[in-house]
């Protein structure tokens, strides 16, 4: 069946096996308890979150982060395909914008999660302060998810030419590099938050949102390499994935200890500052942050640089979570930087809720349950053209 | 040869027309709505409606504040008795004020204690400190939908019926002077301050210098109820007023000036 030029391929669904749809249904199931989960948000209140006065953000803005961060990777192989002419990776490119369009669904789908009124929301629309950056934060992330659609819909329609790819990655390369930086301005541009109002904020947001995305983009290809037959990707595509990533991994180190030298230089240290690095690097959060740098950064960067074990397809994809990880852990610790200790320096602890990780678990296993339906009504193999 | 219009035509035409015209015409009443709604009755004043609270601004009026930190002895009455003003959520963690205890010779808010138990101690010095109703204030400025603005008479209120909740604007206050209300909040029935409305949950609230009091002439409750008068409230546009000749007598400071949020509550040693 095709509608639009887009082929809807059913009988790929109908001969899906009994493990295919115990997977949906398992994912189902999660959904169905983070919705029940968010109705009792609604009716009580973010009370039922972890989050309190002082700790104002949680794990809805830390996995908005993440997933901003995620939308990047896809599109940026995508656009070194076109710009670039990196072949290698043209078989990865309708999948690559596939999860671009889902990550940015899912940043998305968390911020009507964390606010307190989510029904009043049209006021974004109605009445837009444009001193304020979330108002741009808005805009970019809803334009880049119409991109990341209409690319898809270009590659999977089979409308695709080399110039109107070309022209497309012109216009979606810039919109994703403004999603990363505008989220990071958010944080950034914020005075009151000492640890936060540095210039840095942006590209360290970027080169870690690429290195994440990379790496999820790497795990899922290698997952649909294997428990699919009609995929087939090459061992040379994922080296030169691995090297890449262990690139950007090498800047986003470089960043960190540019921020970690500013801190704490003798002449350069300032009390507001290394007290709140302290809670990452001695204090409380020091086993999330500490093994973030060293577990989650410097080790999978020195697997990932030497030829030999960057090969290994184990060692890729092991490395490639730790990265994933990583980026996790990193973007809770730019909240503990933030929240840890308020402007006035009072002190503030930070534990999820259960009904919180439903919620969050449900909006990861939505974006899951739409790649897994896509991998078989869509063609996403891509043939050179 | 004249072209003649048929009566069907006739009669299409002037169901288009008509149609259009009552289209039309609910659709500017809507705008209209919405226009009062946003200008009229978001910018200019605390939001009338179903949820008036406030009175109008006294015209040619700049609210501040001083607060004499030699004279303050922690007693924490002005929390107390703001708290039970501005009907605050009885189980909130927050109080509009803090009281920061700090070593004398030091100002250290990271190692000031707000939870002291005894207060006037002599090796301490108290600074209470709440919205500073900033004239450059970040938390408005970084509002995405314009639900909190600055008045007239300078003192920055919210549109608790405007508010999404995102506390963007808590992230954005150097003094962490506004606070959310994670839940409904609880103020028993007999407690009710009927001048000031009740949040409802999901919304961002803080300190109005009392906007319900100052601006009937009456003094802010903290100020009122300062056991050794420390605070002194008024008209900064009024050189006879107390905070205007305070200023002019004594060396004053505020904090973190360093921001340029340029606050409008003093302190004097």
């Known amino acids: ?385 | 040869m004249t072209s003649k219009i048929t009566r069907r035509q006739f009669l299409k035409m002037l169901g288009i027309g008509g149609a259009s015209l009552i289209g039309g015409s609910y659709a500017t009443q809507l705008r209209v709505r919405a226009f009062e709604e946003v200008y009229k009755v978001g910018k200019e004043s605390v939001a009338r409606g179903p949820h008036k609270y406030a009175p109008e601004p006294i015209p040619g009026t700049k609210w501040g504040m001083v607060i004499d930190v030699k004279a303050c002895i922690g007693c924490r009455t002005c929390r107390e008795a703001c708290f039970r003003e501005n009907n605050i959520d009885r189980d909130a963690s927050f109080r509009y004020i803090k009281v920061l205890q700090m070593e004398k010779g030091k100002i250290e808010f990271e190692h000031a204690d707000t939870d002291y138990t005894e207060i006037n101690k002599e090796e301490y010095w108290y600074i209470p400190i709440q919205c500073m109703q900033c004239e450059n204030p970040p938390c408005v400025q970084g509002c995405p939908v314009t639900a909190t603005w600055k008045e007239v008479d300078g003192i920055v209120v919210i549109d608790y019926w405007k508010c999404i909740g995102c506390r963007y604007c808590i992230i954005n206050c150097p003094y962490w002077a506004r606070h959310f209300n994670w839940k409904e909040p609880r103020v028993p029935p007999e407690e009710v301050n009927p001048e000031v409305p009740i949040r409802p949950k999901g919304v961002v609230e803080k300190c109005t210098f009392c906007i319900h009091r100052t601006r009937k002439g009456r003094e802010p409750a903290c100020v009122e109820s300062c056991p050794v008068r420390a605070r002194h409230f008024g008209d900064l546009n009024d050189p006879e007023s107390p905070v205007s000749k305070i200023l002019k007598e004594r060396v004053p400071f505020r904090l973190k000036e360093e921001l340029g949020t340029n606050p409008k509550i003093w302190y004097v040693g």
């Open chain 1, 1 to 385: 069946m095709r509608i639009l030029g887009v082929e809807l391929r059913f009988n790929e669904l109908k001969n899906a096996g009994l493990r295919y749809w115990c997977f949906v249904l398992a994912l189902l199931i999660i959904i169905g308890v983070g919705v029940y989960s968010y109705y009792l948000q609604l009716k009580y209140g973010l009370i039922i979150t972890g989050m309190r006065d002082i700790f104002t953000w949680g794990f809805y803005i830390q996995n908005f982060w993440l997933f901003v961060g995620l939308a990047a990777g896809g599109l940026i192989i995508y656009s070194g395909v076109n710009l670039f002419g990196a072949k290698q990776f043209m078989p990865t490119n309708k999948i690559a914008v596939l999860q671009a369009a889902v990550c940015v669904l899912l940043a998305m789908l968390f911020i009507p999660i964390d606010l307190g009124n989510p029904q009043r929301v049209y006021y974004f629309l109605l009445t837009p302060n444009f001193d304020s950056i979330f108002v741009f934060d808005a805009a970019v992330l809803n334009l880049y998810f119409i991109l990341c659609i209409i690319d898809l819909f270009v590659l999977l329609s089979g409308r695709a030419t080399h110039n109107l790819e070309l022209g497309l990655t012109i216009v979606s390369l810039p919109t994703a590099i403004g999603i990363h930086s505008i989220t990071a301005w958010t944080i950034g541009l914020a005075k009151a938050r000492e640890m936060w109002h540095t210039a840095l904020m942006a590209p360290i947001f970027i080169s870690s949102a690429v290195a994440s995305g990379l790496a999820l983009l790497i795990i899922m290809l290698l997952i649909i390499r294997k428990y699919t037959d009609e995929y087939k990707f090459e061992d040379e595509m994922f080296h030169s994935a691995g090297k890449l990533l262990a690139t950007v991994l090498l800047v986003d180190l470089f960043f960190l200890l540019s921020e970690i030298l500013t801190t704490y230089w003798p002449y350069s240290e300032t009390p507001g500052h290394s007290m709140r690095l302290e809670i990452l690097t001695s204090g409380r959060y020091s086993p999330f942050f500490l093994s973030e740098i060293f577990i989650f950064g410097i080790l999978p960067f020195l697997l990932l640089w030497y030829p030999k074990t960057r090969k290994n397809i184990t060692v890729l994809t092991v490395s490639s979570i730790f990265v994933l990880i990583g980026v996790f852990l990193k973007r809770f610790a730019f909240l503990g930087l933030g929240f840890g200790i308020n402007p006035l320096g009072h002190t503030g602890v930070y534990v999820p809720t259960l009904p919180e990780l439903a919620i969050t678990m449900a909006v990861w296993a939505i974006g899951i349950l739409i790649v897994t339906i896509s991998i078989k009504l869509f063609d996403m193999k891509t043939e050179p053209h």
